[in-house]
């Protein structure tokens, strides 16, 4: 199999984080892999090509993570025909872009849907994926599994929530690593307006009611192909907790991970939603929970496998990438990709 992973910018990947452990992966499999940057895609003149400046992720025996991105970085640019790649795996954060670099924030689902629409099998389902990008996704699932939310950019609206729901978690509807989240505990808050004011900047506004236990954090559930990914009889879900007072239980806000007993609870959750990310093809993502209630699916580049890897010893990544070989196996076979040019 020859697989892609398009991200932001080849330059600015972090060696330790989750794509590079599946390129990692893909390549021990025997894969062809190759790293594309948003802004490395070009549409052929003649022919109507998507074609690339790809680098290959080439894994030599004594590789780390981090000697293997150095050498991605390194390398001189490939122009790859995209058409005939046999998987592309978007790993490319809109939100990331949507700031500085605007042009760049739609196109990873727009390329997704073109190769896709060429015979390329594509994770996740571009067709899909923008509105799952949205925190606005959630609330797609049955009621029972999600907290009272209101989306808005009234402040107004915002103040009477608060008000009647009582302590909520004021955030940006396109959102990420924690930026912008507000705890509000009522609505007189003397701080209200300043905070509805600067989500508000980002766009639409989601409110949350505040779920209880949300002080202790959460827990981020990997879920592959409808079910917990599992791996060595280990489920890769662990528990975020939060640093100091901070609600926010994100690593990057400084948050740590610990292991998670996977229980019911967790399981039913998963199972009510098993049918709509099928549907969906939503085939790996990451859902955070708190008690039985889902506060954020994380559809788009969802991270972690570093925390399940140094909890439980066990890199999970090669499942997924048997998983995508799977589904492109049972996708219309389609010619190989090769350099060109």
Known sequence: MRIAFLVNDVDTEVDEYTTTRLARAAAQGGHEVWYVGVGDVEL??????????????E???????????DRVKGREPQRVVLDELDA?????????????????????????????????TVVNDPRSLLRATSKL?????????????????DADEIERFVGTVGPSVVKPLYGAKGRNVFMVQHDGEANLAQITEAVLQDGYAIVQEFVEGGE??????????????????????????????????NISKGGRSVPL????????IVAAMRP????DGMFFVGIDVIGDTVVEINAESPGGMQSIERLYDVDACPTIIDAVERRTRMSTETPQATPVG
């Not at 052929?44 to 992720?57: I, T, V």
């Not at 202790?216 to 640093?243: M, N, S, T, Y």
């Not at 007993?261 to 039913?268: A, C, L, T, Y």
């Open 261 to 268: 007993e996977v229980g019911e609870v967790e399981r039913g």
């Open 44 to 57: 052929g003149e003649s022919d109507g090509q998507l074609l690339a400046r790809a680098r290959a992720a």
């Open 137 to 153: 996704y959630l609330e797609e699932f049955p009621g029972q599994i999600r907290p009272r939310s209101l989306v808005t950019r």
């Open 88 to 120: 592309l795996f978007l790993r490319n954060e809109s939100i990331d872009d949507l700031h500085e670099r605007p042009w760049a924030s739609p196109l990873g689902v727009v390329f997704g849907q073109m190769l896709q629409a060429r015979g390329v």
């Open 216 to 249: 202790d954090g959460d827990a981020r559930i990997f879920v592959l192909d409808g079910e917990i990914l599992e791996c060595d009889g280990k489920l890769a879900a662990f528990r975020r907790v939060p640093a100091g007072n901070d609600v926010r239980a």
């Open 59 to 69: 894994l030599g025996p004594d590789d780390t993570l981090a000697t293997l991105m």
């Open 276 to 279: 709509k990310l099928l549907a």
